[in-house]
């Protein structure tokens, strides 16, 4: 039997929060005054739900078990399922049908626009594939939101990504916070563009941000001399107010970028087909 653990009082956005833990030990029953423990419960049963579908544990097509059989297996009420399904649901990632259950949808209706879709899909060993089609949204939009930046006259977003890259560079060992300095940087050009059709993918892009860059730091415990030195050429570019220098250097750095991905995901395949001594 499985239980979902009461979640930590507070949580950052992003990949590294987009995972709940399960964990095995007495029955979790919120108290009757515990409405927001309840949300979260709902919260953290819909991400672990939503982990299996998208690693293929429960595939496409197929039928989840029967509501008594999840209640018992991860000691949760049926009213806690029902609005885990709901989660889901709205996601296009499982349909229910009277009489007949509750199915997994099949892939190319998932909303992948949903940042915890993609958190899910990143979280349950991604595919190379799925990478490049991640990291193609990411070379169409910010080599373009950084000739932007570059136009703009802010001084504040010179100034935001200047404190984001000396971070970066204070951090590149992992003395502190790598991932978040280098979200921040990136996420300082989104911004600057103004513009309401990126803020309105903040949310996904931030999510695409945070996990790539996990993946391509194998575990973000440091960043390469190579791609730190790209990151200052990037910010020079938009601080000289250089639109298409800085357009062409964010594009360097994520072709490079999608490589380090590449290699890393190669390397955690082999490390798992090779026999255990």
């Not at 029967?66 to 996601?91: I, P, Q």
């Not at 989104?190 to 790539?212: K, V």
Request: glycine fraction near 8%; aromatic fraction near 6%.
């Amino acid at each position: 039997m499985e239980r979902i653990a009461k979640p930590s009082s507070s949580a950052a956005a992003g990949c590294r929060t987009a995972s709940p833990r399960v964990i095995a030990g007495g029955s979790v029953r919120p108290g009757r005054d515990d409405s927001g423990f309840e949300r979260n419960l709902h919260s953290q049963l819909a991400g672990r739900l939503g982990r299996d579908i998208v690693a293929g544990v429960y595939p496409p097509g197929s039928l989840l078990p029967s509501a008594t059989e999840m209640c018992a297996r991860f000691s949760v009420s049926r009213t806690a399922l029902r609005e885990a399904y709901s989660r889901l649901s709205a996601k296009a990632l499982i349909v229910a049908r009277p009489k007949i259950g509750t199915r997994v949808r099949p892939n190319a209706d998932w909303n992948l626009l949903d940042p915890e879709v993609l958190a899910w899909h990143l979280q349950a060993r991604p595919t190379e594939h799925f990478v490049d089609d991640l990291f193609v949204l990411r070379q169409m939009v910010e080599p373009a939101a950084a000739a932007l930046a570059a136009s703009s006259r802010s001084r504040a977003t010179v100034e935001r990504i200047a404190e984001a890259y000396g971070r970066m560079d204070r951090f590149k060992n992992g003395a502190g916070d790598l991932i978040g300095a280098d979200l921040d940087f990136h996420m300082g050009i989104l911004e600057a563009t103004e513009n309401p059709f990126l803020a309105a993918l903040g949310g996904l892009i931030q999510t695409a941000l945070e996990c790539t860059f996990q993946l391509s730091w194998q575990g973000a415990a440091r960043i390469q001399d190579d791609r730190l030195l790209q990151h200052r050429a990037i910010f020079e570019a938009i601080r000289d107010r250089a639109p298409e220098l800085a357009r062409d250097r964010m594009a360097e750095l994520l072709r490079d970028s999608i490589g380090d991905v590449r290699g890393y995901l190669r390397q955690r395949g082999e490390a798992a087909d090779s026999p255990a001594r």
